[in-house]
């Protein structure tokens, strides 16, 4: 385990369903991050937390809905998603906000819109 | 201003041979320049990183070389073998000053037997 959990780590869904992915770590970081990977594209910032307040949202979509109730779990919200949204969702995790020793990442949520 | 340009796409290296990637980047206010090395099924982990103030950093058989003057960094894997298949990414951050941070395209390495 690297520190930093994801689940699901498979999710097919609906364009209507809503749902949820969860992240946790355990690391003591300050910072929390959701990325989306895509096929060939560079990874995508989505949002950044920093001690549980959002300090970015990278002009996501309002289908794409972040909580970070405290500083060790960091949700991403689904909603009437559109197929281009499927991707692998990444959580990371880092010290600082300013991420100078890097991230911790999760092994991702691997998202299938149908 | 803010990309990071990350070359090969893809690499195909005989074993033990050595593996090099390159990226350059633009904005001269990044200061932190780490390498994830990322397997099928997992999340990027962080691999070797090195800061400006020196030219090269070494771990293992991992090295990055930096050119600051250039605005380039490298990423050299000596005696590559097969278990070191996977994705690199490079990444540039600035550290201070709030939050940016951002990373190659990636490159898929394949490393025959």
């Known amino acids: 385990e690297t520190g930093v959990t994801q689940t699901p780590r498979h999710l097919v869904m609906g364009m209507t369903n809503k749902k949820s992915l969860k992240c946790e770590q355990h690391l003591g970081h300050n910072a929390m991050y959701w990325y989306k990977q895509s096929a060939k594209k560079p990874l995508e910032l989505m949002f950044v937390?920093?001690?549980?307040?959002?300090?970015e949202n990278n002009s996501v979509p309002s289908r794409f809905s972040p909580e970070c109730p405290n500083s060790s779990h960091l949700f991403l919200h689904l909603h009437t998603l559109q197929p281009e949204d499927s991707a692998l969702y990444l959580c990371?995790?880092?010290?600082?906000?300013?991420?100078?020793?890097?991230?911790?990442f999760g092994s991702g949520t691997r998202l299938t819109v149908v | 201003q803010q990309q990071v340009k990350q070359s090969p796409q893809s690499l195909i290296v005989q074993k033990g041979g050595i593996s090099i990637i390159n990226c350059a980047y633009e904005n001269t206010a990044f200061d932190y320049f780490p390498w994830y090395q990322q397997f099928p099924g997992k999340g990027p982990a962080l691999l070797i990183a090195i800061r400006p103030d020196v030219s090269e950093k070494k771990e293992g058989r991992f090295t990055i070389s930096f050119n600051k003057s250039a605005k380039q960094f490298s990423l050299h894997i000596m005696d590559s073998q097969p278990g070191d298949s996977a994705t690199y990414f490079c990444a540039a951050s600035m550290t201070a000053g709030g939050f940016k941070t951002i990373f190659g395209a990636g490159t898929r390495l394949f490393v025959k037997a």
């Open positions: 990371a995790s880092s010290q600082d906000f300013g991420a100078s020793y890097g991230y911790t």
């Open positions: 937390y920093s001690l549980e307040e959002r300090v």
